[in-house]
């Protein structure tokens, strides 16, 4: 249709729900700070950038790991984490986001400012500070580690706990993350618990490295509110429509797929599957330091390569946006603007609008358009 590439995808309102602190970084200040402390870097993070991981196998992954460690030890004491955050917020908001939850593991930054604790609250501080200046709400989620042990996971549930809440500046969340094919998923269950009681969104990876018996294995032990990836639910269609029947939204990041060679090209994403099977699905951008996209690009790959017209990219934009821990006003907000940005777009480029306007952005099963249930 005539509309089809019509309208400015940063320009879209949108929430990003898979975003990690250290891989949030500007490759820029990636320079800055490793000039700082000294710390030399590799090509992959300099010319040779942005690196080339396919991290489906172990070898690959453990690359990618460790680029990500040396990425992560660039960043030390109060000033690194608040710049991280800083910039996080200010590229997010640049990029039509109104409300980004970056996903945090506060325990390498922790002995350059005085503990777990201190970590989390200056990262915290400036999240809400950032909030007021840039134009985005910003919440954060503590995510364990499966490399670590499962009691880490438990102190960094009862960490979050104490700062949870759904207005910028607070713990909305609770994650786990790094090498799905490490750890046992049952042992990580009573953070989870902890997590849950404390009234904490959960959203721990899953299906991307691993096919749907990880994603199936998730629900049912985790119980969560949305899944860090999830792609793979695809390869079972029962399993697909268990993720559908439980409404739990995946946070899809194509461009991470295509960098960690979990598909070979944007085009074989198995997005549209997904949406066809009711799935409430909220695009994220993941590491756009060692993968090279940001938020933006993962809405062009849907567009360009999935085919996806301007109301399913909407569509998107407000599960993104459904699918957050965002305070109502701000959701409701958010909802009300991707419409706009739907109608009055097509009126300006005097496309065919009469049949966007009023359309519902949703082509989920009936009730989507209600707000997400809450976690607790
Ligand atoms: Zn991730």
């Known amino acids: 249709m005539t509309t089809q590439h019509a309208r400015d995808l940063g320009t879209l309102p949108k929430a990003h729900l898979h975003l990690h602190f250290t891989g949030s970084m500007r490759i820029g200040t990636l320079a800055d700070l490793a000039a700082q402390h000294g710390i030399p870097l590799p090509e992959a993070l300099t010319e040779s950038w942005p690196p080339r991981l396919h991290a489906t196998d172990e070898r690959g992954w453990f690359r990618f790991q460790r680029l990500y460690d040396v990425a992560r030890s660039c960043v030390r004491g109060e000033a690194d984490l608040r710049r991280l955050v800083r910039e996080a917020a200010e590229d997010d908001a640049a990029e039509g986001s109104r409300w980004l939850e970056i996903q945090v593991e506060p325990t390498s930054y922790a002995p350059f400012v005085g503990g777990l604790t201190p970590a989390l609250e200056i990262i915290l501080d400036e999240a809400r500070a950032a909030s007021l200046e840039v134009g985005i709400g910003v919440g954060v989620i503590v995510a364990a580690s499966r ?32 090498d799905e094919r490490r750890g046992q998923l049952l042992d990580f269950a009573p953070a989870f618990e902890i997590a849950r009681r404390g009234g904490l969104a959960l959203v721990p990876h899953a299906g991307e490295l691993l096919g749907p018996a990880s994603v199936q294995d998730t629900l049912s032990v985790l119980r969560p509110d949305r899944i860090g990836h999830g792609v793979r639910c695809v390869e079972d269609p029962r399993v697909m429509h268990e993720v559908a029947d439980a409404e739990v939204t995946l946070e899809v990041c194509p461009g991470s797929n295509v960098s960690l060679g979990v598909y070979p090209r944007a085009s074989e994403v198995p997005l549209p599957a997904l949406l066809e099977a009711g799935i409430p699905v909220a695009l994220g951008a993941d590491d756009p330091l060692l993968l090279g996209t940001r938020l933006v690009a993962q809405y062009a790959m849907a567009r360009q390569d999935l085919g996806l017209d301007d109301e399913e990219l909407a569509t998107l934009a407000a599960g993104s946006v459904r699918g957050s821990q965002a305070p109502e006003e701000v959701r409701r907000q958010a909802l009300a603007d991707i419409e706009h940005w739907l109608t009055n777009a097509s009126v300006a480029r005097g496309a065919q609008g009469p049949e966007l306007v009023g359309a519902p952005l949703s082509r989920h099963s009936e009730g989507s358009d209600q707000p997400a249930p809450s976690s607790s």
Do not use: M, W
């Not at 104490?162 to 993350?177: E, I, K, N, Q, W």
């Open 147 to 178: 490399v670590r042990h499962p009691l880490d996971a438990r102190t960094l549930a009862r960490l979050a706990v104490r700062y949870a809440g759904s207005r910028p500046g607070d713990v909305v969340g609770f994650g786990l993350s790094n």
